[in-house]
């Protein structure tokens, strides 16, 4: 059996944090605002892959109530997530994951992404996707308010 999974994240810009996104830290004036390291792109994966496999969202699984989760490392999370969807049974086919931001520009990131990405859910980087855009500065990604994320997951049992 094999199912699909659609993921979405957004958050802000803020001042004095880090800019994390796919795993890896990448040079820029502002970080994204969040309970945990904010990184836009593995939340989006981690709800598509929990969406497709039906366990919930990653705000039911890691809630931003708990202080366990403050601050935490995404790739923790994606590595939690991977867990449980073994546990219940799939494996990852594919994953395609689409970026909207009008700075930085991400394109020179994406092979360490998915590299960082696909060693830590152990598949190989060929089944992970990333794609960069911006949104020809309309909407608040087009006015350097924010980053948006996309992923879409294939699942299938083991």
Not at 106 to 133: F, R, Y
Request: aromatic share 6%; with cysteine; glycine share 10%.
């Amino acid at each position: 059996m094999i199912r699909v999974g659609f993921g979405i994240d957004v958050h802000r810009f803020a001042e004095g944090r880090d800019l994390w996104i796919g795993g890896i830290r990448i040079p820029y004036e502002f970080g994204l605002d969040g309970h945990s390291d904010a990184d836009v792109l593995i939340h989006a994966i981690c709800d598509a892959l929990l969406g497709a496999a039906n366990l919930r969202d990653i705000g039911y699984q890691f809630p931003d109530t708990s202080d366990e989760f403050l601050n935490i490392d995404s790739k923790i999370l994606l590595r939690r997530t991977g867990e449980l969807l073994n546990e219940k049974g799939y494996r990852i086919g594919n994953i395609d994951a689409t970026v909207a931001a009008q700075a930085p520009k991400l394109n020179p990131h994406i092979p360490s992404m998915q590299k960082t990405m696909a060693a830590v859910l152990g598949i190989d980087p060929e089944n992970l996707s990333i794609k960069a855009t911006t949104t020809e500065r309309l909407g608040f990604e087009g006015r350097k308010e924010g980053i948006t994320a996309y992923a879409t997951v294939l699942i299938e049992k083991s």
